[in-house]
């Protein structure tokens, strides 16, 4: 038979690669829809949230917010960028290292990321619903994929 796939899985629901691949494709759309009324991308988002949370602890230098997001530090660089443009960040000279910058949210910004993290986790209850009391389980299960690849 042409065009056959030659797979170990009886059928597709079986291989956890495109599961995963459905669910993370539907998650996106729904925190994309979640974003549209703050004006933010999903990825402006998980930075200025994330420089936001990790701010309390000092100064935040890039290459700090692209570990901790797991972005790639080029795109964490450009979209930084559109998020000073924005007024929600702002890059001051770092204390210690001449050669960084430090990262510091604006007020707007702060106030933006906590609305917009509102909608966000409105939007993840909503969709995360049907695995009800099995939640707390497949976090553990997605944190110990994470932790697997580093």
Same mark, same amino acid.
């Given at each position: 038979?042409a !065009?056959?796939?030659?797979?170990?899985?009886g059928?597709?629901e079986? +291989?956890?690669g495109? @599961?995963?691949?459905? /669910?993370?494709?539907?998650? @996106?759309?729904?925190? &994309?829809?979640?974003? %549209?009324?703050?004006?933010?991308t999903?990825? @402006?988002?998980?930075?200025?949230?994330?420089?936001?949370?990790?701010?309390?602890? !000092?100064? %935040?230098?890039?290459?700090?917010?692209? $570990? @901790?997001? !797991?972005t $790639?530090?080029?795109?964490? +660089?450009? %979209?930084? =960028?559109?998020l000073?443009?924005?007024g929600?960040?702002? #890059?001051?000279?770092?204390?210690? $290292?001449? #050669?960084? #910058?430090?990262?510091?949210? *604006?007020?707007a910004?702060?106030?933006?990321?906590? *609305?917009?993290?509102?909608? %966000?986790e409105?939007a $993840? &209850?909503?969709?995360?619903?049907?695995l009800?009391?099995?939640?707390a389980?497949?976090?553990?299960?997605?944190? =110990?994929? /994470? &932790?697997? &690849?580093?």
């Amino acid at each position: 038979m042409a !065009g056959a796939l030659s797979t170990s899985f009886g059928t597709a629901e079986h +291989s956890p690669g495109l @599961q995963l691949w459905l /669910v993370t494709n539907a998650w @996106q759309a729904a925190m &994309r829809r979640a974003l %549209v009324p703050h004006g933010l991308t999903h990825v @402006q988002f998980v930075l200025l949230a994330s420089l936001v949370w990790i701010d309390a602890d !000092g100064p %935040v230098t890039q290459k700090a917010l692209a $570990d @901790q997001t !797991g972005t $790639d530090p080029m795109m964490t +660089s450009q %979209v930084l =960028r559109a998020l000073e443009a924005k007024g929600l960040v702002e #890059r001051h000279p770092h204390p210690e $290292d001449s #050669r960084a #910058r430090s990262l510091v949210a *604006t007020p707007a910004g702060v106030a933006l990321a906590n *609305t917009a993290n509102e909608s %966000v986790e409105a939007a $993840d &209850r909503t969709f995360f619903a049907p695995l009800e009391t099995g939640l707390a389980g497949f976090a553990d299960q997605l944190a =110990r994929l /994470v &932790r697997a &690849r580093g």
